[in-house]
């Protein structure tokens, strides 16, 4: 090969290899920014108005600010009393503020109480359907039990409707729920519900795993979970659990040695705190983050590894 035909190949090689890096590095940002999870922002029991109305729009602000937010959840007590009209016409507004999509489920301050004022007392039958009624008028929803694919996920919405227990599911609800389940064996299920699950926090106060404040009915709950090996989430408010509570995170949390129960603390009194569940293909990461401080909180991050069939 004489000089001018080694230049040639020398330039040639030189080009070829300057729009291989071109390449590559407009290829990378894209690589490195692309999505690989999904962001659900879950919010404890809101109970609206309540107190300090301001701060709690605040914690809108930052749930808008954070840009992967795909979906904002409430794990019910929308309302922070009876359920009154009033009090479904203030959560309509506040919500409306949010920019990700809102995907509600009822408490039993949403539906169970007579509208009494003064005391918490059941209400008839009539009375709770026509709450329940509204609940779904009032976020546009065409039933108060539902359930969303989301990437490799299924998220089951589960709501208080039970007639007797505070965070009880009706038989038409659970009989629903077999058949959701059933249909999606091998799909990892999360199941969001207003009540905990039985024994998965450590009897702080002498309410605490007490009938009112567990998903009912205990036994058919817990029969359910054990045919249905993918729910490995379970996702729940109503205790009020702040994360300062040492069973907010911690091994006691594991109900029945396959279902993890993250609590939730209520959006009414002191601090605000949120939880994030950040969905990945294997994996979901739990992260707390605290509104009063504006930081996460790394020492009650959690990672729970999705069942595989």
């Known amino acids: 090969m004489n000089r001018k035909n080694i230049l040639t190949f020398f330039k040639s090689a030189v080009l070829a290899a300057l729009v291989f890096i071109a390449l590559f590095a407009c290829a990378k940002p894209s690589d490195e920014t692309a999505t690989i999870y999904h962001h659900v922002v879950i919010l404890g029991d809101p109970h609206l108005p309540g107190r300090d109305i301001e701060k709690k729009e605040q914690v809108l602000e930052k749930i808008n600010s954070w840009e992967d937010v795909e979906m904002v959840v409430a794990v019910g007590d929308i309302c922070v009393d009876l359920g009154t009209n009033d009090e479904f016409e203030v959560a309509k507004t506040f919500f409306k503020k949010l920019h990700a999509p809102f995907l509600p489920i009822a408490g039993n301050h949403d539906y169970f109480y ?46 208080a409707d039970h007639a007797g227990f505070l965070a009880g599911i009706s038989d038409q609800q659970l009989a629903w729920l077999h058949t959701e389940l059933e249909n999606n064996k091998k799909t990892p299920t999360i199941i969001i519900f207003h ?8 009897d702080y106060r002498k309410w605490i795993n007490t ?3 567990i ?3 205990e036994a058919r709950v817990q029969a359910i979970l054990r045919a249905n090996k993918q729910v490995f989430l379970w996702v729940s408010g109503h205790t009020h659990t702040s994360p ?12 029945d040695g396959h279902v993890t129960n993250i609590h939730n603390k209520d959006m009414n009194r002191g601090t605000i705190w949120t939880n994030s569940f950040f969905l990945y293909d294997d994996k979901v990461v739990v992260k707390t983050f605290n509104h009063q401080e504006n930081t996460w909180l790394p020492q009650l991050e959690r990672t729970i590894i999705a069942p595989r069939f």
Do not use: C, H
């Not at 009540?195 to 998965?200: S, V, Y």
């Open 114 to 159: 007579s509208d009494d004022r003064g005391q918490l007392i059941a209400g008839t039958q009539i009375s709770q359907e026509a709450k329940l009624s509204k609940f779904l008028a009032t976020f546009e929803l065409t039933n108060y039990y539902y359930s969303k694919y989301v990437g490799d996920y299924l998220l089951v919405f589960l709501s």
């Open 211 to 213: 009938p009112n404040f």
């Open 244 to 255: 300062l509570e040492e069973s907010y995170a911690s091994p006691i949390n594991l109900y």
């Open 195 to 202: 009540g905990p699950l039985n024994g998965t926090l450590r």
């Open 215 to 217: 998903a009912q009915p």
